[in-house]
């Protein structure tokens, strides 16, 4: 059962990321969050097509982890969530984020 899980969830994110996202035309782009991205989508993408080999060429459910699963499926809500943006995900990127200008800086626009 769970690998039937796994292998739904891990297509979730593959077809999330792979097929669903469109970015703006006045997006930027980040090459940190779009080689994360491919990652995901890649490693994800593989993963549901090993676990599908397997049940069709071998007749037999493979083992996998229920930890596993339960990460691919919370990956899965965060993609679904962010509407396949991986940007969405990781906001800062790989940014430093200096607590103490942000914070200036937007107590500057409140006011």
Not at 61 to 69: A, D, G, I, K, R
Not at 74 to 90: D, F, T, Y
Request: a positive charge; proline letters at 4%; one cysteine or more.
């Amino acid at each position: 059962m769970a690998a039937i899980l796994q292998a739904l969830f891990c297509a979730g994110i593959f077809i999330m990321i792979g097929f669903v996202y469109r970015p703006d035309p006045d997006s930027r782009y980040r090459l940190g969050v779009s080689v994360i991205a491919f990652a995901l989508c890649a490693t994800t993408g593989m993963q549901f097509m090993s676990i599908t080999a397997r049940i069709v060429l071998e007749h037999h459910l493979p083992v996998v982890s229920w930890y596993n699963t339960a990460f691919y499926g919370l990956s899965l809500a965060l993609v679904v969530q962010a509407r396949g943006n991986v940007a969405k995900i990781w906001p800062a990127g790989f940014e430093r984020w200096d607590g103490r200008t942000e914070r200036r800086r937007i107590g500057r626009l409140r006011r």
